[in-house]
Structures are given as C-alpha cells and as structure tokens.
C-alpha cells in the first residue's frame, strides 16, 4: 500500500548537520525526515518558493526531456529502506506503460514539487522509518523549527 505524502519543510538540520526535508501523510501525522544534500536542498526550496532561475536548473531539464520525449511523470515513490538509504523512483507514463526510473528520494521530490506531482511512500518504508510529533518532542533538536 502507498501513503500520499506533502512536503513540509526543506533546510539546514539542526546544529547545521546538512540539509533535511520533511515529508508528512496527507491523512495522518507520520512523518518522514530525510537526508538530501546541498544542491538538492536548494533545488527544492527554489521550487516550492516558485523561485524561477534564469536557466533551467537540473531537474527543470529532467521535465523537459521527460515531455519532449513524449513520457508524462504519473508519481514519485519511495518504495524502499536498505541499509538506513531510502530507495525513489519516478514513475512515467509511456506509449508503451509505466517505466518505473531508479532515483534517489530527493531527485523525486524536486520533480514533484516543480509541477505538483504527487509524491507516496510505502507503508514498509513508513513502517521502518517514520517518525510522529511527539517522538520528535518539543524541544531545540525538532526538524520543523
């Protein structure tokens, strides 16, 4: 089963330990924090910003191929957990069916939030890693402050 998933922040971890985003059930509390790197980050936080570059940034690219090739992104999905790494990938609706592209979680979620595409986790991956308010806590260490 796949749980439909919103983006709620992008930015520095605390104590400035990278970049993470935070993802959260569209009909639940679960969350899901992940790790993303710097370039990643800012792609994201541009998007969601509706900052538009002067050129078009890597996975402003990635959409256009996508479309020139005559494909349409359906979703993005992170189906799986191995070794503390999330598995992604993008799912593109073809002439020839559904062509399920390897990617890592942060290369989808900047294609979702350029064009609202809809963004799910498995319920195996939420089961292994998701994390709710309350076991976050309220105090200086919270990912959402």
């Known amino acids: 089963m796949m749980i439909e998933m919103n983006l709620v922040t992008v930015g520095m971890a605390p104590k400035g330990d990278g970049n993470i985003l935070v993802l959260r059930e569209v009909d639940g509390e679960r969350m899901l924090i992940l790790g993303v790197g710097f370039a990643e980050a800012t792609s ?24 020139r090739l ?29 062509m399920e592209i390897d990617a890592r979680p942060s290369d989808c979620i900047a294609l979702a939030v350029r ?12 089961e292994m890693a998701a994390v709710t308010q309350d076991m976050i806590g309220d105090d200086e260490d919270d990912p959402l402050e």
């Open 44 to 67: 994201i936080a541009m998007a969601a910003e509706d900052v538009t570059p002067p050129r078009p940034m890597t996975h402003d690219l990635l959409l256009d191929v996508i479309r």
């Open 70 to 98: 005559g494909g349409s992104v359906v979703r993005m999905v992170v189906h799986d957990m191995r070794d503390e790494t999330f598995i992604g990938q993008i799912e593109v609706e073809t002439g020839q069916g559904i």
């Open 115 to 126: 064009e609202d595409f809809p963004i799910f986790v498995s319920d195996a991956v939420m």
